[in-house]
């Protein structure tokens, strides 16, 4: 794809004051007297019709003429609603319209060239231009018009939440550096460029209290002291964008909506720490990350802000893009620099750090693309300021991808120290249909299952560790009482067998143990001994495994045991899955009392296995019925049980 | 043994072990110094020639430093000061009998394996062959040497979690084998099938044939023509390899040795 900065702009900046000038005109190019109309184009978008919309806009802006810039941004985490349009109009606030389909969006650009910008499709207006970042312009007391529009920030989704490391996300154009740098990008660089020394920075984070956001939570000031202090030329530093766990995001979004937040936090670490090269592994499924951070590795190098001599100071960095190998365990540190090294991807012992002997065996310091993405804001804002967010131990915010049984699925960045209910219910809506919370998956493969009774837990690493889960990644999936634990906990050991590198026996062989066992439960086949024995293996697991995927690999299982007992042994003693999941070990059946004989189930069945005629409580023929419970999700009664 | 992996002189640690006091090299492995000391560790993924690797498990002991205890292997930890070593805990004992039934149930026929276990403790494992691996146990040790002594990598590990095999590149005949045997040699339970049939070195499970040289002096073919090369090439001028069989070669010292002494 071709960059939409103009070639003339892409000039040296050669010096901080001429960065200055630089954002000035950045600025004004940003807030200028042009509509502004943008798509939200990130992968979520795409996969929903974004394309189309954005083909929509650029056809009836050429052919009808209008003097209208057309972009495309990333995501603005509500990925519920789109395709989403945002219009970006001189003097008013801007506006962002959702579940937008090609046919709208050119019916709304017409109408705005009326001045009619179309209330009634819209999803909210934002007071200033972004949800943290400092803005130039303020509509919060002047809707001009657009009074109806509810605000953006005021919208349930978006009450609680704040956006450091999705400042941008959704906001500008990923493929304009221009856009990042009039939004206050690039200006943490330029002012540590000036003023600050390495040593003060590494200083200013550890005040800011900033926690590695790729799982373990390891204070992010230790690791870069720590590569600081190494001895060893040259050193690196290097972006973690691996991303395997099934249903997280998070990382993929700021990838594609916001890189040049990951180039500037990594030259402000990479400047503290004394390295001059660094490498950003992305994982192989993300095309579009890795095409937005190559454009945008490319417009900063042109602009003077990576590469030698960065605003004319003495300071050098360059970074390239590492595409993974598509292995879970390659997000693992030492797997990782072993792929990069061009090695398969292997965990080795880490009785020698990293920060010692990483990449190519020289000092490394390897982060999280989130950790990354906060560093410019803490430069910016202030380590009080940082610091005085969140939790006791957890500092700042975390970004989680809530997917699963709630109304509103999305990117969610929040406070740490927020519960899990604010984040379920009040942001992302509860479950949907009236259905009942069963419980909710955090950290992905490596995380824990946690039930309603900590709903109230505040999610932050030490906690969620102590439930007997972890941060992880901040992948969080939903479930509700038509989800079996006994399958949730067989389907990620599955998923493990598969992913785990094989080097160990204990993760290798015990794993595939676990495996045996679970599916012989969801199969009605085991008995209590096997309980006994799958505790024996998840302990094993956990305590003889190289890394953290074969240490962490029994916490879907030991989760679950701990909080769904009853469940695991209904499954073992009564041969019955009380969640209808697990097909040999399910019996549904109409309860005839509910039953309206409304026929929806009969028309739903693939197998024509529920018979019933008006007027008369239906009944399923129990020889036919495959047990997929499509009857239960459609009856509008409640009707359909398990027996 | 080869002294791939001798460290420079390092300086003298306290460390204890097993509740005795010593002092020893910094850095040096722990499970080196257990051995020397005489300390029983099962291990079936180490070999002194090539560094360690820590996949089979059984050489954990409970390290202890400070306020930290865990769990960890042996070969690849190395030793510093005020370092804690014990060797037979409770769950050091738990864990490597648990290690042992895992790997015997991958090839439970396999009679080293079975001596290994009965000495730790382990009788029939409680689980189940699944699927068809052969004997082979993952233990990396071909693949290490292949590499990292012989430099031929004609093998590697292919395939991730319970996928996990050693073959050649895409399975096909190697063309980097050499057909020196080291893997043979070194392999713990005997996985790596081969035998001599027409004058070719037949290395079954590495789907490789490789063409054997006749011994000048009896005629029996004796060693693949490609190893000779190989050794030929690293000794450049510095020597010529005569094509002589190792017992003939034998025999010709024995022969040779007593003339010497005739004479004397
Ligand atoms: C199996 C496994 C997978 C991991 N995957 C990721 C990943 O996808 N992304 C990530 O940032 N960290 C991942 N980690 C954590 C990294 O090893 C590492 O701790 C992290 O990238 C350090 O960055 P941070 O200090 O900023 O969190 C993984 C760890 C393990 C054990
Ligand atoms: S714990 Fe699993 S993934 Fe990690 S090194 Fe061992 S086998 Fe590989
Ligand atoms: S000998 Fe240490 S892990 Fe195998």
Known sequence: MISTAGKKDTERIKSVQEFQGKQAYSRSKFYSDKVRVSVGAGTCGLANGAADVLAGLRDEVGTSGLDFLVRQTGCIGYCQVEPVVDVLAPGLPRVFYHYMSAGKARQLVRAIAEGDFHPDWALGRLSRDQLLVRSERDFSSKPNGLSTVPKLEELPFYKA???????????????????????????????????????????????????????????????????????????????????????????????????????????????????????????????????????????????????????????????EISRGAGAFVCGESTALMASIEGYSGEPRAKHIHTSEKGLFGQPTNLNNVETWANVPVIVNEGAQWFARIGGEHSKGTKVFSVVGKVKNTGLVEVPMGVTLRDIIYDICGGVPDGRAFKGVQTGGPSGGCLPESLLDLPVDFERLVEAGSMMGSGGMI??????????????????????????????????????????????????????????????????????????????????????????????????RCPAGVCRELTKFVVIPDRCKACGRCVKTCPVK??????????????????????????????????? | MIAVFESKKMPLVKTVVNGKHIEVERDRWALDVLLEMGVAVPTLCHHPAVEPYGA???????????????????????????????????????????????????????????????????????????????????????????????????????????????????????????????????????????????????????????????????????????????????????????????????????????EAFHQV
């Open chain 1, 478 to 575: 939903v479930m509700d009482d038509h989800s079996c634990v006994v399958e949730l906990a067989r389907y990620f050991t599955e998923f493990l067998t598969r992913e785990s590198c094989g080097k160990c026996t204990a993760c290798r062989e015990g794993i595939v143990r676990m495996l045996e066992i679970l599916e012989q439960i969801t199969c009605g086949k085991a008995v209590r001994e096997d309980m006994d024995l799958l505790d024996e293996l998840c302990c094993y697991v956990k305590d003889n495994s190289i890394c953290g995927l074969g240490k962490s690999a029994a916490n879907p299982t030991l989760s679950t045991v701990k909080y769904y007992r009853d469940e695991y042994l209904a499954h073992i003693e009564q041969r």
């Open chain 1, 609 to 643: 296995a529920v018979r019933g005629r008006e007027k008369v409580a239906h009944t399923i023929d129990q020889d036919k019925c495959v047990r997929c419970g499509a009857c239960r999700e459609v009856c509008p009664f409640d009707s359909i049980a398990v027996a």
């Open chain 1, 161 to 319: 939440q704040l956006k450091i490391a999705l400042r941008n996300c959704g906001f500008i154009d990923p493929h304009d550096i221009e856009e990042y740098i009039a939004t206050g990008g690039y200006s943490a660089l330029a002012q540590v460029l000036a003023s600050i020394d390495p040593e003060d920075i590494i200083d200013l984070v550890e005040k800011s209290g900033l926690r590695g956001r790729g799982g373990g939570g390891f204070l992010t000031a230790r690791k870069w002291r720590a590569c600081r202090q190494a001895h060893g030329y040259p050193k690196y530093v290097l972006c973690n964008g691996d991303e395997g766990d099934p249903g997280a995001f998070m990382d993929r979004s700021i990838m594609e909506g916001n890189p040049h937040a990951i180039l500037e936090g990594m030259t402000i670490g990479a400047y503290a720490i004394g390295s001059d090269s660094g490498y950003v592994y992305v994982r192989l499924e993300y095309p579009l990350a890795v095409e937005n951070l190559q454009i945008a590795i490319e417009q900063a190098r042109a602009y003077g802000l990576l590469g030698p001599n960065i605003l004319g100071t003495d300071f050098s960095f360059d970074v």
């Open chain 2, 56 to 258: 089979c498990r059984l050489c954990v002991v409970e390290a202890r430093k400070g306020k930290w205890t865990w769990l960890t292997t042996s070969c690849d930890l190395q030793i510093r000061e005020g370092l804690n070593i014990e060797t037979d805990t409770p769950s050091v004992i738990r864990s490597r009998r648990m290690s042992m039934e895992l790997i015997l149930s991958r090839a439970p026929h396999v009679e080293s394996l079975q001596r290994l276990a009965a000495d730790l403790g382990v009788g029939r494992p409680r689980f189940g062959p699944h699927y068809d691996i052969g004997k082979c146990i993952l233990c990396g040790l071909c693949v290490r040497v292949c590499d990292r002594l012989i430099g031929a990598s004609a093998i590697s590990f292919v395939g991730r979690g319970r996928r996990r095999s050693v073959t050649t590149p895409f399975g096909a005949a190697s063309e980097s084998c050499t057909g020196c045997g080291a893997c043979i040699a070194v392999c713990p339970t005997g996985h790596i099938r081969s035998f001599v049939e027409e004058s070719a070195l037949n290395i079954e499970t590495w789907n490789t044939r490789l063409e054997m040289i006749d011994c000048k002096v009896c005629g029996t073919p004796f060693t693949a023509a490609k190893l000779l090369e190989s050794v030929q090439g690293r000794l450049g001028k510095g020597g010529s390899l005569e094509r002589v069989c190792s017992k003939c070669r034998r025999l010709q010292m024995c022969k040779r040795l007593g």
